[in-house]
């Protein structure tokens, strides 16, 4: 089968997407990106949404350096949400209102409520002027955000996510996916709350808490002690964690990620029920990575006889999703 | 096919502190010398070569399949169509890199940062400790270009470090040993005092943070302004992850984007 | 310093070691490796103790192949604790009488009384003819089986695992550890419930339930479709929990393991609070592993300045454990 | 220093099925031929090599930070001091090990597993499925050496595959391919039926688990008794941790410790 034949159109809720693959919130940065890139990078962002980096509603310094590192097929990271909060982040965007693929904000709080604001800021500035923007189709809510006493997040209590959803819910008529915490004995009932509160669709996994130490000193090695695990590392375990929500919520479109490095790998959590996927340390491999990724999913969409991507959905589960 | 195929460019003039570019090219080594501890390569690399700016640097990707991240190394030389890195091996990554041999292809990113701004600098004094003094050749190159006088002072560990001094195309070069086996027993902070630096002169330096810390306090009790190109631990290169973030008094800055240089006396070592 | 003279012995509550290594259940068989290999090998066992794969009451078939396979960084098994039993496994521990290191008997079982059941029969044995035995040191409960609806294991909940726990401590006066799993949202209320319930340690962390697809067929590759990460994939996420229980459980001493390759890891691990540490994966590796990574332990120390390894016990924790 | 370093010892007769033995050994790469899709490789391992039973197996080390778990390889021959072994590059690992070049040292894990019953054995009938014929050649010669009539039927899927059968010394082999273009058209049970064995032969097969299954039928047919070697994905290769069992007749076996080599009749292929 020719792989410039393969459909790889999918259906993200309501929203249309030319091809699965999205960036992972924090991992690309479409506005820094066109700022230092030769040609027009706006028109040609590879993926098939953009996700920045997660926007809380204030600005926030993000936590002591050093921030990242490598670990054994994976990376750490402690960034800390750092974010220029909402207000300067919309700035930012107007700066690509070329772009031709929806975006998809990412929302960061700490109380449940904060949210729920920074949803109702963006869609007031959108009702202000939405050509001064490019289309901002939808929110993930990252509710990843350490909240509950002992450093815990809002996501591993099925509870709180589902008032977090459901407050954003009240504030946007648009697409709205929850992006689920795998630190959690069972991710099916924080995803089941955030589907009944409102979420037309959820994006797994974000990272796994982590600890690197200073090969020297024997200190952690992070400013912040601990961080998040991202990376191929991790993916057997993201893997697990999509089928499993792919067959406890048949039909809610997952939005799958952890270790993406190429087409197989994109093919891999489609089979587990993701219908779009999401790439995030592999963009640190080079700004090629989204293409080759693409070019892979294709390719290995072809050699299996998929003749749509959406034939592929679900084919690793017990039954289809 | 890289991204470099895919978007030939013209070659332009250098703008000042240089543009920022992630495209990623093909390189080959055609040449790698041994210098002590470190390793000078050279590769054949016209696009980047064409448009680097002393004090930028390159994302490179170690061959095989044990690395992910990029490592960054500041640009050494850039004469040409020829690109030169120096490297020393301070962990697996920048161990397979000294060992690249001739022939073979790098996969390099950039030239990326921001590099050190030359306007008005009418007489330098370049500081380097360790690896850190790999950006300061190309630094003499562009400031020879443009008629500014360079004095450099160099700090080693020991003599082994030392014969990277040899690499080095600079005239005025001092060199001190921490063992005292090279050049001028001690720190090169201690060289310093005993440079006559003019009160005119324009501080760069590189190093390690206890070297950058010294120097910054002597050139602020010298009255000197300058530049300090930092290190940090990256994850993309290109200002988008926020993972190298450094204190300043400007708050925390990206070393990668906003810097890794940076006004010597906005640098917060802590 | 020198190498040799690093005092590298430690006390893992009542049990003097040797030195701090042991092997992590269900990756060495000393009774198969003294069958195959030349030479004395169990007068030549190179951990500190010795661990046997996880015994139950009857013999268990384990899960239907293929069960084991590489990963980015680590492996994945589904042996399904495959195992002959107690009264067999008494049998093969006969045979490697002559061991010079003490044994923890790794326990498993299905109803939470299964444990203690499994306890009582070596217990019966040992006080029927001890000397037909090596010295049984202890036990390590794995409550890492699946019990609880929806595939879950014993080890999630505290309340399971401190009445598995009890039932233990009640048939034994032996060395009691308890080996936590890290699928849990937080591993430190199991870890404190299983202290409160009678555990002299605890034994962290088990494998992460993961997934791995045929490349070719897109199916779960696992006869049993999902499985069991480790390796040094996770040994970052490891590091965390092990330091987490540290720092809540001062002075409970731990089993540290999760991806240790090399004897910096192994250090890691006791800088982070463990006082011993286990080998799984890396046995696969060669049954050289052992050996090098305790040379390489003893190396890493004295280049440290620790003239005593547990000189460094702790030295990564916000206060010492 | 190696294990076998360590501890010498000398060389003793084989034993029946084989000793197994864990120990470690680096042994350099003497030869390398490409046979088409397959590599032999020859290495000098004088201990593997004296113990070494037909059937038997290697634990690899494949070179390189990317790889963990050891690859498992048929013994292809075992002669004097020298080991070979016969790889096909069907994934990352085995592609490395197929581009091992000569002089470099490789470690190896065995001689590992139970071999090929030889006791009784009259006529030998030997059917190997494309890298399945790796334990095919050590077979022959240690039943030449006894005196034992050999016939060996191969089948491989196209031309590239049966190249293969250049490496081999067996005096009467027949060969099929899928695609018809060496030999006979089909699959090698399609050649077990003309040729016309002996009702006294052992049948002998290693291959794909559809080829053990035809082999299984037409052998039970033609009332002939035999062994079939069987892969699995391995983790230690030396049974401890019941990683590669296989269904079996008498229930679910380790391939590493307790085959690789099961009776013909008491396997049961899923
Ligand atoms: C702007 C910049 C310019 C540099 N220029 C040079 C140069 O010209 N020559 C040279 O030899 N070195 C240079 N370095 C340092 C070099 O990047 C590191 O030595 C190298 O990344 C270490 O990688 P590794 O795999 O050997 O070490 P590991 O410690 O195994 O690396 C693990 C991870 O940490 C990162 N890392 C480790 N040490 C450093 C460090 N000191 N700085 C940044 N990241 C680090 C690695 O990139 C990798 O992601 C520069 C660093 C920066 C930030
Ligand atoms: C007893 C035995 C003898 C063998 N003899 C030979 C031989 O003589 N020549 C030869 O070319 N091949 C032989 N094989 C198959 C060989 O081991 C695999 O092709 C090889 O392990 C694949 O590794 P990879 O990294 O290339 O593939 P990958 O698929 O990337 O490997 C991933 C993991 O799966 C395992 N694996 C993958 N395929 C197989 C397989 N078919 N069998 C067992 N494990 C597998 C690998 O060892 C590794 O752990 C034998 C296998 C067994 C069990
Ligand atoms: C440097 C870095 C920053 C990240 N920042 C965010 C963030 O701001 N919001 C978020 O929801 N996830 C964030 N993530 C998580 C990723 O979006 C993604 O869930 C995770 O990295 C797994 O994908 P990967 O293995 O492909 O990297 C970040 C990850 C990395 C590596
Ligand atoms: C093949 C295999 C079998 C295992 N069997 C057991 C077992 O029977 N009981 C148990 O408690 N843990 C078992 N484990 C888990 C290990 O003991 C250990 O907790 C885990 O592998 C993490 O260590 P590692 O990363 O060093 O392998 C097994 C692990 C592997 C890889
Ligand atoms: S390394 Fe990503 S912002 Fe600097
Ligand atoms: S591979 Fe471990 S028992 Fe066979």
Request: proline share 7%.
């Amino acid at each position: 089968m020719n792989p410039a034949a393969v459909d790889l159109r999918v259906r993200l809720g309501r929203l249309e997407l030319e091809h699965p693959l999205v960036d992972a919130s924090g991992t690309f940065d479409l506005v820094e990106t066109a700022r230092r890139s030769r040609g027009d990078y706006v028109a040609a962002f590879p993926y098939a949404a953009y996700v920045p980096k997660t926007v809380t509603l204030d600005a926030r310094e993000g936590g002591p350096p050093p921030r990242v590192t490598e670990t054994p097929c994976g990376m750490i990271n402690a960034i800390g949400l750092e974010n220029p909060g909402v207000a300067a982040f919309l700035e930012g965007l107007s700066t690509i209102v070329g772009l031709r693929r929806p975006v998809i904000v990412s929302v960061g709080g700490n109380a449940t409520q904060e949210y729920a604001d920074v949803v109702r800021r963006v869609e007031t500035a959108l009702g202000e002027g939405a050509r001064r923007f490019p289309d901002v189709a939808g929110y993930e809510l990252n509710v990843s955000c350490p909240n509950v006493p002992g450093g815990l997040a809002i996501g591993v209590d099925p509870q709180l996510t589902a008032e977090v959803t459901r407050a954003a819910r009240a504030a946007t008529g648009r697409l709205l996916l929850v992006k689920l915490t795998p630190n959690v004995t069972d991710v099916r009932p924080v995803a089941r709350a955030a589907v009944e509160a409102g979420a037309d669709g959820l994006s797994l996994v974000n990272t796994f808490r982590a600890m690197v130490l200073d090969r020297s000193s024997l200190r952690p090695f992070l400013g912040n002690s601990t961080g998040g695990l991202s990376g191929p590392a991790i993916k057997p375990i993201a893997l697990r964690m999509v089928a499993e929500v792919a067959e406890a919520l048949p039909g809610v479109p997952l939005v799958g990620m952890g270790g993406i490095m190429t087409g197989v790998d994109a093919l891999e959590f489609i089979a587990c029920g993701a219908t779009a996927v999401a790439v995030g340390m592999a963009n640190f491999t080079g700004l090629e990575a989204p293409r080759r990724i693409l070019d892979g999913l294709r390719a290995e969409c072809a050699a299996r006889g998929f003749a749509r991507v959406t034939d592929a959905r679900g084919v690793a589960l017990a039954r289809g999703a | 096919m890289t991204a470099a195929a895919r978007s030939p460019h013209p070659r332009r003039a250098r703008p000042e502190r240089g543009e920022q570019w992630a495209e990623t090219s093909r390189c080959r080594v055609v040449a790698a010398r041994r210098f002590g501890a470190f390793t000078a390569l050279e590769l054949l690399a016209p696009e980047i070569a064409a448009v680097a700016w002393p004090g930028q640097f390159v994302m490179v990707k170690v061959p095989g399949s044990g690395f992910l991240l990029r490592r960054p190394f500041s640009v050494f030389t850039a004469r040409g169509d020829r690109l030169g890195l120096l490297i020393e091996a301070r962990g697996p990554g920048s161990e397979r890199l000294a060992d690249a041999q001739v022939g073979e292809a790098l996969d390099l990113a950039g030239p990326l940062g921001a590099g050190f701004p030359l306007e008005g600098v009418r007489t330098a004094l370049l500081v380097g400790g360790g690896i850190g003094c790999a950006p300061l050749q190309m630094l003499t190159d562009a400031l020879a270009g443009r008629g500014v006088p360079v004095m450099a002072a160099f700090g080693f560990r020991d003599g082994r470090q030392a014969r990277v001094a040899a690499a080095f195309d600079i005239e005025r070069l001092w060199v001190a040993t921490e063992d005292g086996s090279v050049g001028r027993p001690g720190m090169v902070s201690d060289l310093l005092a005993a440079l006559d630096a003019p009160p005119s002169a324009t501080v760069f330096c590189c190093g390690p943070a206890a070297m950058i810390a010294a120097v910054q306090r002597w050139a602020a009790g010298a009255g000197l302004r300058g530049y300090a190109s930092l290190e940090a631990h990256m994850a993309c290169g290109v200002g988008a992850c926020h993972g190298c973030v450094v204190a300043t008094k400007r708050g925390a800055l990206r070393v990668c984007s906003e810097g890794p240089v940076f006004a010597l006396d906005e640098v917060v070592i802590p």
